[in-house]
């Protein structure tokens, strides 16, 4: 089965806390696509990240880390120093490399950032 | 630079009606073009998705369809709506591979069906 799992609905931290959004895959292939994206409120998904299942480095982008390991299945997402608007709700995604174009997005992970 | 574009913003429609929702993408050749349907508080639902003019797949069989006049232009269409069609509804495209590359996402549309 393709499927991914973000357990945590909603998160709300204080401003300048560190917070982890959590993603779980499940996949057949040995080659396939992990994706992030951001929610705000206006509504518009915003690409995040794309990592392929071939690459396990870590990566880091200003504030934003994610960490990809192929062990657990899992491809987290860390927000250091949090700020108010990081406030989003963000979406954990797997393109398998079969079945055609179909991505698999998770539930989402609101997160609020209180000043 | 791309650029994707979607109309209406919002739109308001009783039971019974149809619907054409637009979308086209600038800056870009034959790129791969998706609809979603995101039900309020949930997930995003892939609804089409097209790898070329007149190219259609859909993902989940209900009373929309989808269809892909020229190579950016991505419409949405129904005859009937139905209440649960109420959503916000996101035209994506990617570059044209087997699904490697990420989604740009338009801005959406907020369709309530009354």
């Known amino acids: 089965a393709q499927k991914v799992t973000q357990a945590q609905t909603e998160i709300s931290v204080v401003e300048k806390e560190d917070v982890t959004l959590d993603c779980v895959y499940e996949t057949r292939d040995t080659t396939y696509y992990l994706f992030w994206y951001k929610q705000p409120p206006s509504g518009e998904l915003v690409f995040l990240i794309r990592r392929n299942s071939f690459d396990e480095q870590n990566e880091i982008s200003g504030r934003y880390s994610w960490n990809f390991q192929k062990s657990t299945s899992s491809f987290n997402f860390t927000i250091t120093a949090s700020q108010v608007v990081d406030s989003a709700v963000y979406f954990c995604a797997l393109t398998p490399n079969t079945g055609g174009f179909k991505t698999i997005f998770g539930a989402g992970t609101r997160l609020f950032v209180k000043a | 630079s791309q650029t994707i574009h979607q109309w209406p913003a919002t739109l308001v429609q009783p039971v019974g009606s149809p619907l054409s929702l637009e979308c086209t993408v600038e800056g870009t050749s034959n790129p791969n073009l998706y609809w979603y349907r995101q039900a309020a508080g949930r997930g995003l639902q892939l609804l089409f998705y097209s790898v070329g003019i007149g190219q259609i797949s859909s993902e989940v069989p209900q009373n929309l369809s989808a269809s892909r006049p020229q190579d950016r232009q991505f419409i949405l269409s129904s005859k009937k709506l139905l209440l649960s069609d109420s959503g916000f509804y996101l035209c994506?495209?990617?570059?044209?591979?087997?699904?490697?590359?990420?989604?740009?996402f338009g801005p959406g549309t907020r369709l309530t069906v009354t």
């Open positions: 994506a495209w990617s570059r044209p591979d087997r699904g490697a590359y990420e989604q740009y």
